[in-house]
């Protein structure tokens, strides 16, 4: 088992649990919550090969990288930024709750976030819209080990389920279990402190819910537990957007420079979403040099495993708001959070490439 557990990177194994974080967001915690980020927002000009201007830029990662970047990474190995004129540099939070209020404040100018914080951040009032979807479907799932015993969630009755302690996640696995006429008065549903990996291994939880089906689900089968893993959104959550794009409200409208800046990128990112569906080996090699922890076979699959998720069948990045105002319904009825929100106040299509 020691020989094994090394293939496992230490850093997937906690990093969700402290992915997104407590949901709600007070508005003084926003303000005081300002950290060094290690650059500037402000957009710089340098010169590329030619003497062409070039226009710096910075976005902040929701995690360390990790295969839910592919994109980012294959577009930037494959000089996809450099040719809409950008120079842009990829940085990692100190809290994975830090994007959506760097940029709000006008601290970072583009950065990575989630669907339900985008939600929560509408009912807080920053000062954020997510300008696309790069992961355009859910990935948090109930992962159930192979070896507990439990055939699907209709079996979860009396059994252990593990969770990194996000709310949402608890509302999730809430609706999961009423498709079975199931509750969680039904299941013992326990915070894991180790991490959602070793407390399967280590047998102290029959499932997990929290975890990302293209990392812990292929984690867990590398460890050979034989996971049945359960996306969300097919098991009676509505579907949303993962991973998406997040700028800035005010200056979009207000800074024709920022506005060009975010839509070179989006430009960018496309041509490194297509190319890394189209060529997995191609995102596994620009991934693997910034992805530290992992080993190379764990790596590939989870790359693997990853990049048809970047399929959006209604183009890069499009983001329905119907469909993100039943998300956003759907928190409303759970209590996520407290009052409605209008998503068309979060979101921002307006930038997109034309296919």
């Keep these: 088992m020691g020989t094994r557990r090394e293939t496992v990177t230490s850093m997937t194994a906690v990093r969700r649990g402290r992915r997104r974080g407590a949901l709600i967001i007070g508005a003084a915690a926003v303000m005081s919550a300002v ?73 970072v100018p583009i950065a990575i976030s989630y669907e339900p914080q985008m939600i929560v951040a509408g009912l807080n009032k920053l000062n954020v819209t997510a300008v696309a979807a790069m992961i355009p479907t859910s990935l948090n799932s109930l992962i159930i080990s192979g070896k507990s015993g439990v055939s699907g969630p209709a079996g979860l009755s009396g059994k252990t389920v593990g969770t990194d302690g996000d709310p949402t996640s608890a ?98 990112l496309a041509l490194g979403a297509s190319a890394a569906q189209a060529s997995p080996a191609a995102a596994l090699t620009a991934l693997t040099p910034v992805a530290k922890g992992y080993s190379a076979p764990l790596l590939k699959k989870m790359v693997y495993a990853t990049a048809p998720l970047l399929k959006n069948p209604a183009g890069f990045g499009a983001m329905s708001v119907s469909q993100w105002q039943s998300f956003a319904n759907w928190m409303k009825s759970d209590g996520l959070i407290a009052k409605p929100v209008q998503a068309s106040s979060v979101v921002n299509t307006s930038l997109l490439p034309k296919s």
């Excluded at 029959?206 to 359960?230: D, F, M, T």
């Excluded at 959104?233 to 800046?261: F, M």
């Design 171 to 268: 509302q999730m696995l809430k609706a999961v279990l009423k498709k079975y006429h199931l509750s969680l008065s039904q299941i013992k549903l326990v915070t894991v402190s180790e991490g959602l990996v070793p407390a399967m291994e280590s047998n102290k939880v029959s499932a997990i819910i929290s975890g990302y089906r293209n990392v812990e689900g292929i984690q867990l089968g590398s460890l050979g537990l034989n996971p049945k893993v359960y996306p969300v959104s097919t098991q009676g959550v509505p579907n949303y957007d993962e991973l998406v794009i997040v700028a800035n409200k005010s200056k979009l409208a207000s800074d024709a420079a920022y506005r060009t800046t975010v839509k070179e990128f989006l430009a960018g």
């Design 35 to 107: 950290v060094a980020c290690g650059s500037s927002s402000s957009s710089g000009s340098t010169s590329g090969s030619g003497g062409t201007a070039m226009t710096s830029t910075t976005v902040l990662l929701d995690w360390f990288p990790n295969p839910d970047h592919i994109a980012l990474y294959l577009a930037q190995k494959d000089g996809d930024f450099a040719k809409q004129h950008l120079n842009v540099t990829f940085q990692a939070p100190s809290n994975s709750t830090d994007a959506l209020k760097l940029v709000s404040l006008g601290q």
